[in-house]
């Protein structure tokens, strides 16, 4: 189970941290990864890093202004979101798999576990 959070309304420029709870089994061997998903548009790659080492791995536009990192003894993984501009907005969710050679981590259709989505909104 894959819980994401705090999502929220904040300006262009601020800054948001989500949060992704995971739960109900062992992710040791996992890729956990953030997308997002803007009304209209395809499902996108933001981010990904190795429950158990490995990564982190960036969608290229997004290196610099996004942070991907784990908290593994809260099970936690985190997606630190600065300078945030309007095109940020999107329905941001985590998602898990086992097994992910790093030419992987990037295709949102290899991924069986998905969380919920939370709506981050960057007013202008």
């Known amino acids: 189970l894959l819980q994401a959070s705090g999502g929220g309304l904040v300006q262009a420029g601020g800054s948001l941290r989500l949060s992704c709870a995971a739960s109900g089994r062992t992710f040791s061997n996992y890729v956990m990864g953030w997308f997002r998903q803007a009304p209209g548009k395809e499902r996108e790659f933001v981010a990904a890093i190795r429950w158990s080492g490995g990564g982190p791995w960036y969608a290229g536009s997004l290196k610099g202004r996004f942070t991907i990192s784990k908290e593994k003894a809260k099970n936690l993984v985190y997606l630190q979101m600065n300078s945030l501009k309007p095109e940020d907005t999107a329905v941001y969710y985590c998602?898990?798999?086992?097994?992910?050679?790093?030419?992987?981590?990037?295709?949102?259709?290899?991924?069986?576990?998905w969380g919920q989505g939370t709506l981050v909104t960057v007013s202008s």
């Open positions: 998602a898990a798999q086992r097994g992910l050679i790093a030419s992987m981590v990037s295709r949102h259709d290899v991924y069986n576990y």
